[in-house]
């Protein structure tokens, strides 16, 4: 998705929704990955020795900056979907 939303950019094309959608897998993909280190790690997970920790605060930011997961499907249902403005 993410090479997908790049071609569509370099081509001077739309990119809003690859590049939203893009966003939107990575920072899930990249929590629940984190999320499952840290379950592995068992309170060592949150130990600052290992980086782990350090992991999950970073995959928890790609999720609410610079724009929230909410937003982007918001994005997503109205300009791919044409749903009604919902906020």
């Known amino acids: 998705m993410t090479l997908r939303a790049a071609e569509l950019y370099d ?16 920072g899930d993909a990249a929590f629940r990955a984190c999320d499952r280190a840290v379950r592995t790690h068992g309170g060592m997970g949150y130990a600052s020795e290992y980086n782990v920790e ?5 995959a ?9 997961r909410e937003l982007i499907l918001c994005y997503i249902a109205e300009r791919v979907l044409g749903q009604p403005k919902s906020y």
């Open 11 to 26: 081509a001077g094309k739309p990119c809003g929704a690859e590049a939203n959608a893009a966003k939107y897998l990575a």
């Open 54 to 58: 350090r992991y999950f605060r970073e």
């Open 60 to 68: 928890v930011a790609t999720r609410l900056a610079p724009v929230s």
